[in-house]
């Protein structure tokens, strides 16, 4: 077959003698939403999609001020100690070591009050992942400020070895 009759019988075979005309495709809609998805009907069809919406770190950084407020007292006020010859042979040390564990008890607590109250004030539908939220949060922050205590502590060590003075 030469390329000239292929052309023809391709032509004759695009031709019929049905009299409607082709059916075009329904024009898409540029307006669809990104959480559907157009089915055969040509109907949208909703997507369940979940807005990640968490809980807020204001608590957990007001927290971790806390922390802050902590370690820079404990090196403040046991820094005449320290460099006296040792600050862990004072009272006031047994204050700060008991302050530490308190606020390292206080971390999950507080994200679990944190929770709560987050999970009463939103709908039911949109309380999924708070908790883990909540938890993670929570564990970051009590981490970091036991980081702080420590070194805090190691601080008042060096003060009473003469490293840092």
Do not use: N
């Not at 000239?4 to 409607?20: K, L």
């Not at 802050?68 to 006031?92: H, I, K, N, S």
């Amino acid at each position: 077959m030469d390329e000239q009759t292929q052309t023809e019988a391709t032509e004759q075979s695009t031709q019929t003698d049905d009299p409607t005309p082709p059916q075009e495709s329904a024009p898409v809609d540029e307006a669809v939403p990104e959480t559907g998805r157009v089915v055969a009907d040509g109907s949208v069809e909703a997507l369940a999609v979940e807005e990640a919406v968490g809980i807020s770190w204001t608590p957990f950084m007001a927290y971790l001020a806390l922390w802050v407020v902590l370690c820079v007292a404990a090196v403040v006020l046991l820094r005449p100690a320290a460099l006296d010859g040792g600050a862990r042979w004072v009272p006031e040390y047994l204050y700060a070591v008991y302050a530490g564990l308190g606020m390292t008890a206080l971390g999950p607590v507080l994200a679990l009050v944190v929770w709560l109250v987050v999970r009463a004030r939103r709908e039911e539908d949109g309380r999924r992942g708070l908790f883990v939220s909540a938890l993670v949060k929570g564990a970051v922050v009590t981490f970091t400020g036991v980081l702080l205590w420590i070194v805090a502590l190691y601080i008042l060590d060096a003060l009473a070895m003469g490293a840092l003075v």
